[in-house]
């Protein structure tokens, strides 16, 4: 009897197993010219799960373009990417559920709160396990322009669609559905697909769908297509086709990635290249067609090759092509096979891609240096970063984050990254850590664990946890490290050898964990820059000593081959030589390099600056030790030659910075920094500042753009003295105390910054806060808000000069903190420049500063476009008079936000200021030039 049972259960798994396959069958009717699809859609869906499913849940992404509050039009926002949110209606996407059934019976529906790319079905019958329900559904899809994600119909009429039908939701024992982020990440289950696609006559179809049967009408054609166990389908309409096919043995390669004019031949040897490649460590793809596009690389590129102009080659064209065709073909693969969470568990797809890119390179190109060619141009070769092997380059990104405390765990949910996480370091964390154990392990062990990993779970719905549980059978050497420290948390690698003891046939040797972690490291015994020995030194919570065999060993070194991505490279050497061969030499190079740990690396870099019309054009040179990766202390030396005051000027500044993981307070900053520089004709002033700084973030959200800063700084001011200048004080030279928190959150849509600052001198003490706040609305209108307000604790300043006084339009600047062209210059071009600081008004208005105390406000909100209207009003009391009232309004003219902006007056206390003479006279200008402030419209939508 309990064989018979056996029996049937066998049969049972059999049948559900052959009979349980999710089905989707869709029937579009494309109308390029209205921008539409419509769509009849049956969905099978089995419930695999113990539990009996009520109500389900459906994707439909083509609805996350809907409105500019959705989830991916705040991702937008957040990442400064304005496109979306100034875009016209009609260039935005949506859809339009006409009819939903359920066995030919209406069901109720409705979109998830905050989330209406995503519809909640109540069903009519309950799906029990090992059951299904089966959804009839009608609905109208307007497609969205592509400039957004790159999916949708572009400018010539073609259109690239991506989850552009409904799909079901995947339930586990938890609902798995997300909103669309621009991630590429929905999670599909794996279903047999059918379509029938209705297309205009003169268009062509691309998809990695088997294609059936084509029928064709007068004005259409109708195609048909279908795929099984498939998780992504993606659809290329275009009147032009730029895809080619390239058939391998066992698959067939459809690409239109650039190749660069590369000759047919060529792109096959390539194609079959990689398809061996692949095939020999995951085996054969499991479908038929592997499709490549542009948009996949463009998503996904090779960093480094796409930051270059087109006419800079350092690469042979065939390897930039190959490493573009490799990259994507591992990630769709992999992406295509093995099914994980991608939201939540997206490093082992990015690990696995980034270890086999990176070991096809060390295999058919393992003398690629990071530069190619350049590294052998003189001048370049002398170069630490001319001689980086290519691969190395994975290391050296995701140190650009670590290095700045910004990098992020690679268990963090994708849309809880960084940008240049998610699309670099983080990817590049992972692909280096697989090497890292592979390396500890030893014996291929990782990597044939990886290549089985992907085979016997293809097509299957695994998880890293399984991936962890099937490695670790593979080993008997500890490896929770690996997943407890390296992938689950923030902990940086950094040893050092401290101590180092030799006899005649011993070295006993000291090393010291600098981190709290449990991660092992490797110690080389060199000779020369032959390897001797190597060996791992595990579980080394503070300090740990070992003794090794001294044979020829004249050097011992931690991590010599770079395998690990260990924060600080500089303390990792020992020469057994004597004491004079462990001083690290001078290295001095002209401009910026990649850090060498075996020097002390000076830079020098010309300089050719205008910073004031009075030093005019200035020549010189800076001295620096700050490399590509950020190092903790820095200084900077930079004399320069003022051809206009024909005079030395310059500047210096020494810094140390410390950064602190896992809570909100991440940095302390301390040093002093000195210039001297001219402020007036044949008038110069030296300033020199000690000071620190406290930064805070938001520690469990790096997205967030919340930061807060607390400032100490002593300002100390020398200047020579101004017989002329009525602005100026009898006292050429003071000191300011200054303290400062400011409290930002800058965002596209909605911006908020204030500050409290107080400053406490000799002679006085003031106290101001500072408020701005910027509203985009859904019309595209802004509204900009400033206020004000400023007083005096205590002034014993001269009456008779405002030097230290609040200013309503254009302040003296006595900390020479802002970067004005002409700062003592009355009339003229030069003192039309507008600083958005203080009273922010922009008429020239009586009076015109304030020594008691002064409260604005500065507002200004859009009439079309980049033309606003602003208005400024405010109180401003002075000793010995009652406060005076004063306002002032004009045009702005906003081109670039807080860079380059123009303002018009129109009307004030002065009355119409535009009907005055020499009206010129009155318009003010920002414009800001510095290198460093224009990087930050960059940084912003990266970091």
């Keep these: 009897m309990n064989l018979r049972l056996f029996y049937c259960a066998i049969l049972y798994c059999v049948c559900f197993s052959s009979f349980s396959q999710n089905n989707i069958a869709v029937k579009a009717a494309f109308d390029i010219n209205k921008k539409q699809i419509k769509i009849s859609q049956t969905i099978q869906y089995f419930n695999v799960s113990s539990d009996t499913l009520k109500v389900i849940y459906l994707n439909d992404w083509a609805n996350s373009y809907a409105t500019k509050s959705t989830p991916l039009a705040i991702r937008m926002a957040d990442e400064y990417r304005n496109d979306f949110h100034l875009a016209k209606n009609e260039d935005r996407g949506f859809t339009v559920v006409t009819s939903l059934k359920e066995n030919g019976k209406d069901v109720v529906f409705q979109r998830v709160k905050d989330q209406i790319d995503i519809i909640e079905v109540q069903l009519n019958t309950a799906v029990n396990p090992g059951h299904s329900y089966t959804l009839n559904l009608e609905y109208i899809v307007q497609i969205p322009n592509d400039k957004f994600t790159y999916y ?109 004019g590369l000759e047919v031949l060529d792109k096959v040897l390539i194609t079959e290249k990689i398809t061996n490649f692949i095939s020999k460590h995951f085996g054969p793809y499991p479908h038929e067609k592997l499709l490549l596009t542009q948009i996949d690389y463009v998503k996904d590129p090779i960093y480094g090759l796409n930051f270059l102009p087109k006419f800079i080659k350092p690469y042979p064209n065939h390897f930039q092509y190959e490493l573009k065709l490799l990259k994507i073909a591992l990630h769709n693969y992999l992406e295509n096979t093995l099914l994980i969470n991608p939201r939540k568990e997206q490093w082992l797809l990015d690990g696995i891609q980034i270890y086999y890119a990176m070991k096809y390179v060390d295999t058919h190109y393992p003398n690629m240096k990071f530069l190619g060619t350049i590294a052998d141009l003189w001048g370049v070769r002398s170069f630490h970063a001319a001689d980086m092997n290519f691969n190395d380059k994975y290391v050296l990104a995701f140190m650009l984050m670590a290095r700045t405390n910004r990098d992020q765990e690679l268990t963090k949910a994708k849309d809880s990254l960084l940008k240049f996480n998610k699309n670099i370091a983080n990817k590049y964390k992972a692909g280096v850590g697989l090497k890292y154990l592979d390396d500890f392990v030893n014996h291929d062990v990782v990597e044939n664990a990886l290549e089985n990993f992907v085979k016997e779970n293809k097509l299957q719905e695994t998880s890293t946890a399984a991936f962890e549980t099937y490695i670790k059978s593979l080993t008997n050497k500890n490896i929770d490290w690996f997943f407890e420290d390296y992938i689950a948390t923030r902990k940086k690698i ?31 015994g060199l000779n020369n820059d032959s390897i001797i020995s190597k060996h791992w030194i595990q579980n080394i919570t503070d300090y740990k000593t070992i003794t090794i065999a001294k044979d020829s060993i004249n050097k011992l070194v931690l991590n010599y081959e770079n395998n690990i991505p260990e924060f600080n490279l500089r303390d990792n050497w020992k020469s057994l030589k004597g004491f004079f061969f462990n001083n690290k030499p001078f290295q001095f190079r002209l401009f910026k390099d990649i850090e060498d740990p075996n020097y002390n690396q000076v830079f020098f870099m010309p300089l050719i600056e205008f910073n004031n019309i009075y030093d005019g054009i200035t020549l010189g040179v800076k001295a620096y030790n700050k490399t590509i990766l950020r190092k903790r202390f820095n200084y900077q030396i930079s004399p320069q030659y ?22 909100n307070l991440y940095q302390i900053r301390y040093g002093v920094s000195g210039s001297y520089t001219s402020f007036a004709q044949d008038l110069f002033v030296r300033k020199l500042t000690p000071s620190i700084t406290f930064r805070f973030r938001e520690n469990n959200d790096l997205r967030s753009n919340k930061n807060k800063m607390l400032l100490f700084r002593f300002v100390d001011i020398h200047r020579d ?20 928190y400011i409290h930002s959150n800058d965002n596209l849509i909605t911006y908020n910054r204030w500050y409290v600052d107080f400053q406490q001198a000799n002679d006085f003490s003031k106290l101001s806060l500072n408020y701005e706040y910027r509203h985009l609305f859904e019309n595209n209108r802004q509204l900009n808000l400033r ?26 600047d006595y900390l020479f903190d802002y970067n004005y062209l002409g700062r003592s210059e009355s009339s003229g071009i030069f003192s039309q420049q507008y600083i958005p600081t203080e009273g922010g008004f922009k008429s020239k ?41 004063v306002y002032d309004s004009g045009i702005r003219i906003n081109l670039v936000t807080d860079y380059f902006e123009l303002y018009f007056p129109i009307y004030s206390n002065k009355g119409w200021e535009i009907t005055q003479p020499r009206y010129a006279q009155n318009i003010r200008f920002i414009f800001t030039a510095d290198p460093k402030s224009l990087l930050g419209l960059f940084r912003r939508r990266w970091f």
């Design 721 to 740: 003295k101004d017989e002329n200048n009525i602005l100026t004080t009898t006292t050429p030279n003071y000191s300011v105390f200054n303290a400062r």
């Design 494 to 524: 950094d040893f050092k050898i401290k101590k180092v003891i030799t006899t005649e046939d011993s070295i006993t040797i000291t090393v010291k964990n600098k981190r709290d972690n449990k991660m092992p490291i490797s110690l080389y």
């Design 642 to 663: 003022a051809f206009g005051s024909k005079s030395l000027t310059g500047a210096a500044s020494v810094s140390n910075t410390h950064y602190l993981n896992d809570r």
């Design 845 to 885: 208005l009586e009076p015109h500063f304030a020594n008691q105390w002064i409260t604005t406000l500065n507002a200004s909100t859009t009439i079309w476009r980049y033309i606003l209207l602003y208005g400024d009003v405010g109180f401003v009391k002075n000793k010995l008079s009652t406060p005076k009232f």
């Design 787 to 812: 206020v004000f307000t400023g007083a005096f604790l205590n002034n014993k300043t001269d009456i008779n000069s405002d030097f230290f006084s609040f200013a309503l339009d254009r302040p003296t």
């Design 152 to 260: 949708g119909i572009t400018s010539d009429g073609n259109v690239n669609l991506r989850y552009w039908y409904i799909t079901p939701a995947e339930y586990n024992g938890d609902w798995l559905y997300y909103s669309n982020k621009d991630l590429d990440d929905m999670i599909i289950p794996k279903s047999d697909i059918s379509l029938e696609v209705e297309i205009p006559k003169n268009y062509k179809l691309t998809s990695d769908l088997n294609i059936q049967t084509t029928t064709s009408g007068f004005k259409t054609q109708t195609i048909k297509l279908n795929g099984e166990n498939r998780n992504s389908n993606k659809l290329f309409l275009s009147k032009k086709s730029d895809f080619n096919t390239i058939q391998s043995e066992d698959i067939s390669f459809i690409s239109n990635i650039d190749d660069g």
